[in-house]
């Protein structure tokens, strides 16, 4: 949101009763679709807590790329040298595929980048289905259709050199009917309906607006959710983006020789994966499901922790790498190791910009020794030395156009420049092993002749 309005809005909510916020879907559901092993900035955490309330400040990578110095010690912006240039009207093409802007997001909230704790980068795992001898030659390329930026400010928008948009939204109607099948197919029966924002909320929003002479927009008024009451003590909702989402207001337990909560082995999670996919296989609507369980970073006690989600595996490799992204269910436990909440993805991927030639791995390898990379970690690249494991995959639903990145995880331990956090006294690690501190590296999968606008950082965090 723009600065203006979330001030507003951060300013009329604070005199709210507590409960009717707590008490709002809005705030109740979770985000869905973060990647584990974002760590926090330490030594700017206060500030981004302060910030939290009111979401004027920068997100996850926000757009990075690190060139080598020049030979007068300067850091260069990218390989063409090519600057930022705003939103244009006129999108060049070369063999009438439109250029390309890397790494442009339009969401804005939390914080941090993306590392991990592992004692080996072994222990990170995924059901990602692309193999390093995969011979891809093109990988589709998407309009983000869920991308808005008309909220920014104008200032805003030019200084992250983000085009106006106005994204899709899908209507209470939309939301409601998805929903709803859902609940059919679960073999539940629907007892109330409940929209966000309710009108009590936002009679209470608009109430403090007017206090200090301010209104709500159009904008903040439109449905953000649809919440099902359903039988069996079960919510069901859905979104603007239309994900969706179970939840069992009383926890489904698993059979006793199930082991399904937050710090669950991997063989411990996968085996509840198994019988929870076969279990909810009405829900699926998959041809071929795969399981993948991912994540495996360690927390300060050493502790791992695992997702468990669910892909459409049918088709070719290039239909398999979207679904792993984009069309998932995903099933998370409760503190007592029950189950408690299903998520549904299945991302509109219907604006399609075109099949691009895409690098091979040695060639995205190349320009990331090169120095053409983007990047969250707070330190450049170590070198090729440091290169432990790398994958071809997609940025997640926040960028405005979605596209293929290679991804690189580089040993960065021996950077003192940004300690890890201190390992509890009883943290419990595999004999013999140390907490290791890792960090991703991208470089974009698309050739460099259908790329334009590549984003340039400047080493500082932008709070």
């Known amino acids: 949101m723009s600065t203006k309005k979330s001030k507003k809005l951060f300013r009329a909510i604070g005199g ?52 080598p110095p020049s030979s007068s010690g300067d850091t260069g912006t990218s390989g063409s040298d090519v600057q930022p240039s705003g939103s244009s009207s006129e999108i060049p093409s070369v063999d009438e595929l439109p250029a390309i802007t890397p790494w442009q997001t339009y969401q804005f909230g939390g914080g941090g980048f993306e590392g991990y704790m592992l004692t080996d980068i072994s222990e990170l795992k995924s059901a990602n289905p692309w193999t390093e001898d995969a011979e891809l030659k093109t990988l589709p390329v998407f309009r983000n259709i869920y ?15 983000l085009p106006l948009l106005e994204g899709k939204r899908a209507t209470a109607e939309e939301m409601e009917a998805l929903a709803r099948s859902i609940a ?77 909560n937050y710090h669950s082995s991997y063989e411990e999670t996968t085996a509840a994966g198994e019988y929870l996919a076969k279990e909810y296989e009405r829900l699926l609507h998959m041809e071929k499901p795969v399981l993948n369980i991912t994540g495996g970073d360690r927390n300060i006690y050493g502790e791992q922790s695992f997702s468990c989600y669910v892909y459409e595996g049918a088709g070719d490799l290039t239909e398999q790498m979207l679904n792993y992204h984009f069309k998932t ?34 060639e995205a390898r190349n320009k990331l020794i090169e120095g053409k990379y983007i990047t969250s970690a707070p330190i450049k690249f170590p070198g090729q030395d440091y290169i432990v494991k790398s994958e071809l995959t997609y940025r997640g639903g926040g960028d405005i156009t979605i596209m293929p990145y290679y991804c690189f995880y580089v040993d960065i331990s021996m950077d003192d420049t940004w300690n890890m956090p201190d390992i509890y006294n009883d943290a419990v690690l595999p004999e013999g092993k140390t907490l290791k501190h890792y960090a991703a590296y991208y470089v ?20």
């Open 184 to 260: 059919e197919d679960f073999g539940v029966t629907v007892e109330s309906v409940k929209i966000d924002p309710t009108e009590e909320y936002l009679a209470a929003i608009k109430e403090k607006l007017e206090k200090v002479g301010d209104t709500l927009s159009e904008e903040d008024t439109l449905p953000t959710q649809v919440t099902l009451t359903c039988s069996g003590d079960i919510k069901i909702s859905a979104d603007t983006e239309l994900e969706a989402r179970i939840e069992f207001k009383t926890p489904i337990s698993l059979p006793d020789e199930y082991q399904f």
């Open 444 to 463: 974009p999968a698309v050739r460099e002749e259908y790329i334009k606008d590549m984003p340039a950082w400047d080493g500082s965090f932008n709070i």
């Open 147 to 161: 991308a808005s930026t008309a909220d920014l400010s104008e200032d805003f928008r030019k200084r992250e050199h």
């Open 16 to 67: 709210i009763d507590d409960k009717m916020i707590l008490d709002s879907e809005q705030v109740q559901k979770q985000p869905k679709r973060k990647k584990p092993g974002y760590y926090w900035f330490y030594g700017i955490a206060a500030c981004i807590v302060a910030a939290v309330g009111i979401g004027v400040y920068k997100t996850q990578f926000s757009g990075s790329i690190v060139s």
């Open 329 to 362: 269910v995903r099933f998370s436990p409760n503190d007592d190791g029950k189950l408690w909440l299903i998520d549904f993805t299945s991302y509109d991927l219907s604006e399609k910009l075109g099949d691009y030639p895409i690098f091979t791995l040695e």
